[in-house]
């Protein structure tokens, strides 16, 4: 399992001994975008109270920044679910034996955006849904596909359009993604919150993480907004 605690204490080493035309060519040979069909059973969108999404993709620093940058969320956080409260913690998570997966709590207005939507971005720009336990440079099952769903609804979305997408043979390897009921969610720790817009130039994320939400300009352009939202304090 790579672990990126080194990033804290060689950060500005790392960043210094690689010049800008590097950054460019390490993003360039991260994965491109799979273009997808939008959901065919989705909510329709209207009037209502602000709804979340609790979704897992790799690494929770890419997967924050992608919806950070769409229009309709209010707020995207990173942090832990699949777990219990007492090992949510990131030096824990990292041993992938707590049952956790590094995930995203997004916020979102159902008059600007659907929850099917939100599923659509996911499957198509935030990460590979058919990479077992695993993202990128990222291995272990902290690192799974994982949606988690809050309601029977939400739950009925996620399996209906994980079945489209396979009956429309979009990806050319199976599609691994969980579908399991959220029994809770813990935020992460402080560090990890909007941590491509305080870190913009590092190495992983230059790698990893710049493409994703260049693909969601490219992909998504009337979803995507250039300034994005940063994180809100929870209740």
């Known amino acids: 399992m790579l672990k990126r605690v080194w990033i804290y204490g060689f950060v500005v080493a790392a960043i210094c001994t690689v010049t800008l035309p590097r950054l460019a060519d390490l993003a360039a040979a991260a994965e491109s975008a799979v273009v997808i069909p939008a959901p065919l059973m989705d909510n329709p969108k209207g009037a209502g109270p602000m709804q979340t999404a609790v979704l897992a993709g790799g690494c929770f620093w890419g997967v924050q920044a992608v919806y950070q940058h769409v229009r309709g969320v209010t707020n995207a956080v990173s942090g832990y679910a699949g777990g219990d409260k007492a090992s949510a913690e990131y030096e824990i998570v990292s041993t992938g034996r707590t049952g956790h997966a590094e995930s995203v709590q997004v916020t979102f207005d159902p008059k600007e955006i659907s929850y099917g939507e939100i599923l659509q971005i996911y499957f198509s720009v935030v ?32 399996e209906a359009y994980i079945a489209q997408l396979v009956k429309a043979k979009v990806f050319k390897s199976a599609i691994v993604t969980r579908v399991d009921e959220l029994k809770g969610f ?44 940063t994180v809100r304090k929870l209740k």
Do not use: C, W
């Not at 990460?127 to 029977?152: C, I, K, W």
């Not at 870190?199 to 994005?228: A, E, S």
């Open 127 to 158: 990460h590979n849904p058919t990479e077992l336990n695993r993202q990128g440079p990222d291995t272990g099952t902290q690192y799974r596909s994982n949606v988690f769903y809050s309601d029977a609804t939400q739950k009925k979305i996620a």
């Open 186 to 229: 813990y935020p992460a720790e402080g560090y990890h919150q909007d941590f491509l817009i305080n870190n913009p130039t590092n190495p992983y994320i230059v790698r990893n993480d710049i493409p994703k939400v260049q693909n969601l300009m490219k992909v998504f352009p009337t979803q995507y907004r250039g300034q994005p939202v």
